[in-house]
């Protein structure tokens, strides 16, 4: 019999397929059943209006068998089948679907390790069988014709058509394993049990049944007794036809036929996670972009969530078929702590990843998702705290990173996620709640920086605008500038950080009394500026205290906690990186007044006063203090 040549480019796809270094060729299998599910749809089609089909919906299975001395996996369809004719023109070229768009890419020269893992992800259709056999056997007979056909290749010599008996409508598909080498162990997949593993992973929601010969051993009785008057027991193996996939995916079933216990469970079998979501998105969109979706809310972040290796993305379906295990594109970056999974019937499984990066649809689903999931959150922060206050918890930091991400990219959709603690009491509020709460007279939101709440609670600078009876919102996180900065105010109102703006609380009145003072203390300040040379940039009666002595605060872009968010990373030139200090004294504290009559009288203890208050606006500021045995032995030096 002639061996025909396929075309070119099949056989340099083959090639690769044969030689392919990808370590993940167990997707084979999942190319061949996704074929048979395919030809079985065309003949169930087929079925609604031609009775001579003869076959009920619960008549079509795939099943996969084993035959371990021949060393074949077979997997076999009572589907549509293919004739002569159609082995040849869909067997012996890469015609097909997504494949074309592969086949571009091999064409740019795209040979390294880097391409061939697209291969793995996406597939390139009944070729990968190459990827594990050796020899490929395709027997089938078409519906309706009375003879069957055998196509057969050994890989890129060419392939065979001949004809063959075939019982009934439908295909075989019959790899035989290559030979283990070293790297490979191809054997494996003559284990049924390894197969039933790699169904359930890629297959599971194919819509048609998978069935499997799996054994199992079960110990019974002999009949006989032994020496103990026991009855003797061995083991016996049973073989029992089982279905392998689950079939109907969850997403798949209308909203009302499945509960949310449903799919917390499914959730957490299906991305190992102990605990229930926080919530479940159902999305069941028809229209120009069909797709389903089942998007999760995480209580708690994977502990890799914040480090590189993290992997962001939804499983992607087509039809039941997994595509893709992390999609990426379908989220957006500042919600990649969502899990789920899409299932879109328009996408074909051969899909590159360079098409699926611009495809439109994809993009489509991808925009609408965004705001799904954006008002899930809303809904949570309105209405169920508790959770909303979980998940800030988990994933808190990535809202505020997500406002920051691409210049602000995604702020408009983000701020109103945000949630902070606050001098109102327990519990974090957002900043439309804090707009709410701001009486009339307020025309600032006021906000205090420091590494916990409590140490923003008691800097000195909080005093005023509590006692104004303003509300504070404490920021102890480092990116909460680079947010507010970003933000610009909200709703119409500026932020004002205490230990930096104008608080604009003082009267005219109050603050010519303060410049007035300011006068007559010049030569003090000045003193203490020179003292203070190389630690503060100024030295000033303050606005903002009222019962503490001092303050530090900053002046321009550069604050306390962007310094300290520079000076955490690793090899930073923290150095370039520095907030212009001014240390505020409080003009009516009798810190101050001592500090005037050591002025007059004493000036090196004056100078030893001076360093003291800056040490304690340091501290209480977070700052810590260059050289505390100098600092502990300034103190003493007072008694
Ligand atoms: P695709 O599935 O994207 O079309 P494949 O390379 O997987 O590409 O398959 C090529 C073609 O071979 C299919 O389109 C189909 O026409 C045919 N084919 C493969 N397997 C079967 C089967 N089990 N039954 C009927 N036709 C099949
Ligand atoms: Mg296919």
């Not at 340099?12 to 990808?22: A, E, P, V, W």
């Not at 077979?74 to 549509?80: A, K, L, Y």
């Not at 939101?445 to 005093?463: D, F, G, S, V």
């Amino acid at each position: 019999m002639a061996k025909k040549q396929f075309k070119a480019e099949s056989r340099r796809l083959l090639d690769m397929m044969i030689n392919s270094i990808y370590t993940h060729k167990e997707i084979f299998l999942r190319e061949i059943i996704s074929n048979a599910s395919d030809a079985i749809d065309k003949l169930c089609y087929q079925s609604l209006t031609d009775e001579s089909v003869g076959l009920a919906r619960e008549d079509f299975r795939i099943r996969v068998t084993v035959d371990r001395d021949a060393r074949t996996v077979t997997v076999s369809d009572n589907g549509v089948g293919m004739n002569r004719e159609e082995m040849e023109s869909n067997l012996g070229v890469i015609a097909h679907s997504g494949s074309l768009g592969f086949k571009n890419d091999l064409e740019e020269g795209a040979q390294d390790k880097a391409d061939i893992d697209i291969i793995g992800q996406f597939g390139v259709g009944f070729y990968s069988a190459f990827m594990v056999a050796d020899q490929v056997t395709v027997v089938s007979r078409k519906f309706g014709e009375e003879n069957g056909a055998k196509w057969e290749s050994t890989g890129a010599d060419g392939y065979t058509i001949s004809d063959c008996v075939r019982e009934n409508a439908g295909t075989d598909v019959i790899m035989h394993l290559k030979e283990d080498t070293e790297d490979e162990r191809y054997s494996e997949y003559l284990d049924v049990w390894r197969l039933k593993e790699l169904v359930k992973k890629y297959s599971d929601y194919v819509r048609w049944p998978i069935v499997m010969d799996v054994e199992h051993y079960e110990q019974q009785e002999t009949g006989e007794k032994d020496e103990n008057g026991e009855p003797k027991t061995e083991f016996v193996s049973t073989t029992v036809e089982e279905t392998v996939n689950s079939m109907v995916p969850l997403w798949q079933r209308g909203k009302s036929e499945v509960s949310d216990d449903d799919c917390k469970a499914f959730y957490k079998e299906k991305f190992h996670d102990s605990e229930d979501p926080l919530a479940v998105i159902r999305v069941n969109a028809e229209g120009t972009v069909s797709y389903r979706a089942m998007l999760f809310i995480p209580a708690k972040a994977p502990y890799d969530f914040y480090s590189r290796e993290f992997r962001p993305g939804l499983q992607l379906y087509s039809s039941g078929v997994m595509i893709m295990d992390k999609c990426a594109d379908l989220l957006p970056e500042c919600f990649r702590f969502v899990r789920g999974v899409v299932d879109t019937p328009d996408l074909s499984l051969n899909i590159s990843r360079e098409m699926l990066q611009h495809d439109r649809q994809l993009k489509v689903i991808a925009t609408n998702l965004e705001k799904k999931i954006k008002s899930e959150l809303k809904r949570l922060l309105d209405n169920d705290r508790a959770s909303y206050e979980t998940f800030w918890k988990a994933f808190g930091m990535q809202i505020k990173y997500g406002v920051v991400a691409d210049y602000g990219m995604k702020k408009d959709l983000l701020k109103d996620l945000l949630v902070y603690e606050n001098s109102f009491g327990e519990g974090r509020i957002s900043l439309d709640e804090y707009v709410e709460k701001m009486p009339e007279s307020q025309s600032l939101i006021y906000y205090a920086a420091a590494e916990t709440a409590k140490l923003a609670a008691a800097l000195p600078q909080t005093e005023q605008v509590r006692d104004a009876g303003y509300g504070i919102l404490y920021m102890t996180d480092d990116v909460d500038d680079f947010v507010l900065k970003l933000l610009d105010g909200y709703k119409e109102k500026k932020f004002c950080n205490v230990s930096v703006d104008d608080l604009g609380l003082e009267t005219d009145l109050e603050k010519s009394d303060t410049d007035r003072l300011s006068e007559e203390n010049q030569a003090l300040l000045d003193f203490m500026k020179e003292t203070l040379a190389g630690e503060v940039a100024d030295v000033r009666l303050s606005h903002r205290l009222k019962t503490h002595p001092v303050c530090l605060t900053t002046e321009g872009e550069v604050t306390l906690e962007v310094e300290k968010y520079f000076r955490s990373l690793p090899g930073a030139n923290a150095e370039k990186v520095q907030a212009t200090k001014i240390l505020e004294l409080n003009g009516g504290h009798a810190a101050f007044a001592a500090l005037q009559k050591a002025f007059d009288a004493d000036r090196d203890r004056a100078a030893a006063l001076s360093k003291i208050l800056l040490a304690q606006a340091k501290l209480i500021a977070g700052v810590p203090v260059d050289d505390p045995a100098d600092y502990t032995e300034l103190v003493c030096g007072l008694f």
